[in-house]
């Protein structure tokens, strides 16, 4: 029992911490899950729309991800970016069921204006493509908690 709590102490000291969020979030900070790819599509879409040219993504792209880290099942953890933004390029070249690592490395703080557990944006993931060996990470939404 003793080696127990004496192989407890030194990993916690070893391991980077866990940073719990708000209550009803669903997930740590720092978590990460191994996955797939769901959707690649522009920022911005049609109702309906199902087929894009490289033109539709001049508005940015969005990914999202066969998970629900960090935002519980009301809906999937993604990356929005606006057009311009470094990382657009290994973004639009996503598909459908590409393996990826996707990382939640950020939850807003609970304040006036953001309730983290009510409104789900602005969390941030890091994303690692395992196809193309590289990374991209960002926002999961264009605006951040409580915002416009």
Same mark, same amino acid.
Request: net charge positive; with cysteine; proline share 5%.
């Given at each position: 029992?003793?080696?127990? %709590?004496?192989?407890? *102490?030194?990993?916690? *000291?070893?391991?980077?911490?866990?940073?719990? &969020?708000?209550?009803?979030?669903?997930? &740590? /900070?720092?978590?990460? /899950?191994?996955?797939?790819?769901?959707?690649?599509? &522009?920022?911005?879409?049609?109702?309906?729309?199902?087929? %894009?040219?490289?033109?539709?993504? #001049?508005?940015?792209?969005?990914?999202? %991800?066969?998970?629900?880290?960090?935002?519980?099942?009301? #809906?999937?953890?993604?990356?929005?970016?606006? #057009?311009?933004?470094?990382?657009? *390029?290994?973004?639009?070249?996503?598909?459908?069921?590409?393996?990826?690592?996707?990382?939640?490395?950020?939850? &807003?703080?609970?304040?006036?204006?953001?309730?983290? /557990?009510?409104?789900?944006? #602005?969390?941030?993931?890091? /994303?690692?493509?395992?196809?193309?060996?590289?990374?991209?990470?960002?926002?999961?939404?264009?605006?951040?908690?409580?915002?416009?």
């Amino acid at each position: 029992m003793q080696r127990f %709590f004496m192989l407890a *102490a030194i990993a916690a *000291a070893l391991l980077p911490s866990v940073v719990l &969020p708000s209550p009803g979030i669903a997930s &740590p /900070v720092h978590a990460c /899950v191994n996955t797939t790819v769901m959707i690649v599509e &522009p920022r911005i879409v049609s109702y309906g729309q199902t087929h %894009f040219t490289r033109a539709d993504f #001049g508005s940015g792209v969005e990914v999202a %991800f066969n998970t629900t880290l960090g935002v519980s099942a009301a #809906g999937w953890a993604s990356v929005v970016h606006y #057009g311009g933004a470094g990382g657009n *390029a290994l973004m639009m070249s996503e598909r459908r069921g590409d393996r990826v690592r996707v990382c939640l490395v950020h939850v &807003p703080a609970k304040d006036r204006y953001c309730n983290p /557990v009510t409104d789900l944006r #602005g969390r941030v993931y890091d /994303v690692y493509d395992y196809r193309r060996h590289a990374s991209y990470s960002g926002m999961n939404s264009e605006h951040d908690c409580g915002g416009a």
